[in-house]
């Protein structure tokens, strides 16, 4: 097996940085279409939200600016954000994230590892020095960490510029951090891809330090939502009956993988109800089983024994267990 595949890289210019979703790669690799495989390298909701019904100006018109105000004061409900802190909307969580380091000058931040890689390549593209402990004038907290499900205490969250990405916390809302959004200095990152299911629409949230996400909304620039995002968004932050059903029944699916995978030898390290970390003997040898199956799951290049599965849709359990 090909280290690209094994890895799940990425070309990105002149850098390859490690990912999740390298679907296109396995499937050079191992054959078959898109539509053949069960993708759990990423920590996607299987189970996606409900698209609305568009009409043809959600895709001929500019952004509304009433609908981006209406977005904004959904996000503000769904997630209990303090009146002092502003919200910007964005085509995803990762457009902010390469971003943010521009906000002030490039000093010292801290990004412990392991973590969401593409912060430390965000700010070392803004040629900040990385460090993993000690003072620094940023830091980031993936808050549940990926991959590891780590949750990060709010003292140990306190550089002047501080970054706190809760891409995965829709999952668990009573750990989120979201009262530090009103001090100064702090950003929380908020993904729709995740715990709803749409990556593809491509919408995040900057939430935070008011002088911070007005600086931010200028280097993003006008329109930067589109309609869609924008109906979809609204539509999906106002249903929290979905919400509520949606955490129950990924909390009943991560018990089942948790079994499955513990019952062929695997060690559960942690992760969240949207993606499991495991220590297997051989995670090249699991990886490659599952992917001749046609299933694929992620590892890292920094661990010969870690591996990380999402979960499956709900047609796709008995694939994985045969498959295990």
Known sequence: MSASVSEGQIETGAT???HGGNLSAAIQHYGGTRADWIDLSTGINPCPYP??????????????TAANTALVQAARAFWGVPAEAAI??????????ALLPGLV?????????????????????????????????????????NPDG????????????????ESFCDVCPDQSLMHLA????????????????????????????PELIQ???????????????????????????????????LAVDTKRLDELATKRGATLVGGTDLFRLYEVDDAARWQDRLAKAHIWSRIFPYSKTYIRLGLPPQDGWDRLEAAL
């Open 16 to 18: 390859l940085r490690d």
């Open 51 to 64: 698209l609305p019904e568009f009409d043809a100006c959600d895709w001929s018109a500019l952004p509304d």
């Open 88 to 97: 910007l909307p964005a085509p995803g969580a990762s457009s902010l994230i």
């Open 105 to 145: 000058d490039p000093r010292w931040v801290r990004i412990e590892t392991p973590t969401y890689n593409e912060h430390a390549a965000a700010f070392a593209n803004y040629r900040w020095s990385i460090v993993e402990s000690g003072p620094a004038e940023a830091c980031v907290a993936v808050h549940p960490n």
């Open 150 to 165: 780590r949750l990060w205490r709010e003292d140990e969250v306190n550089a002047p510029l501080s970054i706190i990405d």
């Open 182 to 209: 009103s001090q100064p200095g702090v950003i929380i990152l908020k993904s729709f891809g995740k715990f709803w299911g749409l990556a593809g629409m491509r919408l995040g949230f900057a939430i935070g330090d």
């Open 215 to 249: 600086r931010l909304a200028q280097l993003q620039g006008p329109w930067a939502v589109s309609g869609p995002a924008l109906k979809t968004g609204i539509q999906a932050l106002q249903d929290q009956e979905w919400a509520t059903a949606t955490r129950r029944s």
